[in-house]
């Protein structure tokens, strides 16, 4: 998504926190993804939400764009984030429909909503006796565009014209 709405981008910032291990692999795949786009990026980490201001400021002023994985430090800060981002005019694209909601432009994530009502139905599924073994590993389908429209309006993307 951060290639389709800021095509000018040529380096990119990722943001996240090294001691979640689903934060290390999301940024395992998007440094893979950029440098085969043939784009640069730049990474920093945060180890508590008291890091968040200075390091994303710090990271803006060296790149065109930032992403940033599903990460509990910088949901927690995100409003810090965005505060950075609008003060910059770094935009932010984040995994999480959460995140976009608090400071980030837009993304295309998991409904979480829908994943907690996947997540009781497989729960019922053991309380009645079913062994976990035997239930299918399963990924989220439910994949939401959400918007910013306060941030897209700053960075001037049109939600209209967002592909999912």
């Known amino acids: 998504m951060l290639r389709q709405l800021f095509p000018k981008a040529r380096k990119v910032g990722l943001l996240y926190n090294a001691a979640e291990p689903n934060s290390v ?7 893979a ?16 939400t008291a890091d968040v201001q200075q390091t994303t400021t710090a990271l803006a002023s060296q790149v065109d764009a ?3 994985p ?9 409003a810090t984030v965005g ?8 935009p932010v694209i984040p995994a999480t429909g959460p995140m976009v909601k608090l400071g980030g432009v837009a993304t295309n ?5 829908k994943l907690g009502a996947r997540t009781a139905q497989m729960a019922v599924k053991i309380i ?3 062994k976990v073994a035997d239930l299918p590993v399963e990924t989220p389908k439910d994949i939401s565009l959400v ?6 309006k700053l960075f001037n993307v049109d939600p209209a014209k967002i592909v999912k």
């Open 109 to 113: 994530g998991i409904d979480f909503t």
């Open 70 to 78: 599903a990460d509990n430090v910088l949901t927690a800060a995100m």
């Open 33 to 48: 993804a950029i440098k085969q786009q043939g784009l640069q990026f730049v990474a920093k980490t945060v180890a508590t």
């Open 147 to 152: 918007v910013n429209s306060k941030f897209a």
């Open 25 to 31: 692999y999301a940024i395992k795949l998007a440094k």
């Open 128 to 130: 009645k006796g079913q």
């Open 66 to 68: 930032i992403y940033i």
């Open 83 to 90: 505060k950075v981002s609008e003060e910059k005019k770094v």
